[in-house]
């Protein structure tokens, strides 16, 4: 059975603090991403990576940076977390095999900024 | 660039109604279209998706969707709804010239008993 799992479901962190969340997928994909989820946002993608060492700006990549030093696992860093920065954080991985493939999704972590 | 809208944002039905869900989406060529549904505080999981072939697709936990090229659309439905299919639903399409997805915002569904 096909897993992307994430290291934290809760996390309270304090505006300042750096905070780091984690992704592991044990599906050897090539493709991950980190998304912010926020209601009636939907998912917006905030970096994704298609390769160890390579990432990849999305849309609301301000405030955040990302580390894939293996293959199965991508992290999502808050150098300096603010209080705008409380949302849901999605992971997902998926396969680059020369066509389109679905993600898989992680269970989310919940981060609140105090 | 692609779009994907789903013009509901709540949908309520009473526990063993159908139910159908709307996805329109904007692209010049034949899309990767999937559908997908989260349960409170989890991730998303895939129901169903459609690459080519036959227009109406089968999917997880009694779900089919059909895809009208003819009107942009790949809607979601079931014939049944059952209490646990209360969720947010996500749509979202994929083009062969990325392997980024983009998603709908989401149709919340509430089920009465």
């Known amino acids: 059975d096909v897993k992307v799992t994430q290291s934290s479901r809760y996390l309270v962190k304090r505006t300042g603090e750096k905070v780091f969340l984690e992704c592991v997928q044990d599906?050897?994909?090539?493709?991950m991403f980190w998304y912010r989820q926020d209601p009636g946002l939907g998912l917006r993608l905030i970096y994704f990576?298609?390769?160890?060492?390579?990432?990849e700006k999305g849309d609301i990549p301000e405030g955040y940076s990302v580390s894939r030093e293996k293959k199965e696992r991508f992290s999502l860093i808050l150098e300096s977390a603010s209080t705008n920065q409380t949302s849901m954080y999605l992971c997902?991985?998926?396969?680059?095999?020369?066509?389109?493939?679905?993600?898989?999704f992680g269970p989310g972590t919940r981060l609140t900024v105090l | 660039a692609q779009s994907v809208t789903q013009p509901d944002i709540h949908i309520t039905v009473s526990e063993g109604a159908s139910l159908e869900l709307r996805c329109n989406y904007s692209?010049?060529?034949?899309?990767?279209l999937f559908w997908y549904v989260q349960s409170p505080g989890q991730g998303l999981q895939l129901l169903l998706k459609y690459f080519s072939g036959d227009t109406l697709v089968q999917g997880i936990k009694g779900f089919e969707a059909e895809f009208k090229r003819s009107q942009s659309s790949f809607n979601l439905r079931k014939p049944s709804v059952h209490w646990s299919d209360a969720a947010e639903y996500f749509c979202a399409v994929g083009t062969g010239g990325s392997y980024i997805p983009t998603f709908g915002r989401g149709t919340s569904l509430i089920v009465h008993p």
């Open positions: 692209y010049g060529a034949t899309p990767y």
């Open positions: 997902a991985s998926s396969l680059n095999s020369g066509r389109y493939n679905e993600q898989f």
């Open positions: 599906m050897d994909h090539e493709n």
């Open positions: 990576s298609y390769d160890v060492k390579m990432k």
